[in-house]
């Protein structure tokens, strides 16, 4: 699942068209940019720490009464600002990236729920729900990515169905952004 994404470098860019904006590759346990349900732009680290599990960075949707989840999705849900995001498909040692971002490149917001670490301060966890058709042949879940309409109804209302449409999203294949050493193409250049 979503391992990888991309944001704004500086959270004061949020409100900046996506095309002047600078990005910023989002790993687990990076601080990322988001907002909360009174407006305010924070930055938190991207992941729970979890007894046995170590970094839990995804929530799947379908889980959230679990005991792991359901205080914060009670009380603390978030929305993180994303310019695009990655996933891979193949066999181990012959992955192939591939990046997906909204079709106008705008910002994609995706749910999110937080809580205070005493250890790493306030950390945030990606909502997941089962993949849309355009994911569905790359990764069986996705992000799960709200409307500007669902937005409001996810942060103050309890929206907790989370049904992304394929038009929200284009998908193209990219570089690998997690090597060193990034290969100068992409594997179907090649051919």
Not at 4 to 20: M, S, Y
Not at 35 to 45: A, C, F
Not at 95 to 102: E, G, I
Request: with cysteine; proline share 7%.
């Amino acid at each position: 699942m979503c391992n990888a994404f991309n944001t704004a470098k500086n959270p004061g860019d949020i409100r900046e068209a996506i095309k002047e904006v600078e990005s910023k590759l989002i790993r687990r346990t990076d601080h990322a940019p988001v907002k909360l349900p009174g407006g305010e732009i924070v930055s938190m680290r991207w992941g729970f720490q979890r007894k046995g599990l170590g970094v839990v960075n995804n929530t799947r949707s379908d889980n959230l009464d679990s005991p792991m989840w359901k205080d914060a999705i009670e009380k603390r849900r978030c929305l993180i600002p994303v310019i695009s995001y990655y996933e891979w498909s193949g066999p181990k040692g012959n992955k192939q990236t591939h990046l997906f971002r909204s079709p106008d490149h705008d910002w994609l917001w995706m749910a999110g729920v937080w809580e205070e670490s005493a250890e790493f301060g306030p950390c945030f966890s990606m909502l997941t729900t089962e993949a849309n058709s355009l994911v569905s042949p790359i990764h069986h879940r996705m992000p799960a990515i709200l409307t500007e309409d669902e937005q409001r109804s996810f942060l103050l209302e309890g929206l907790e169905s989370f049904k992304p449409a394929s038009d929200l999203l284009t998908t193209e294949r990219a570089a690998n952004p997690l090597l060193k050493t990034k290969p100068t193409h992409i594997q179907d250049e090649l051919f």
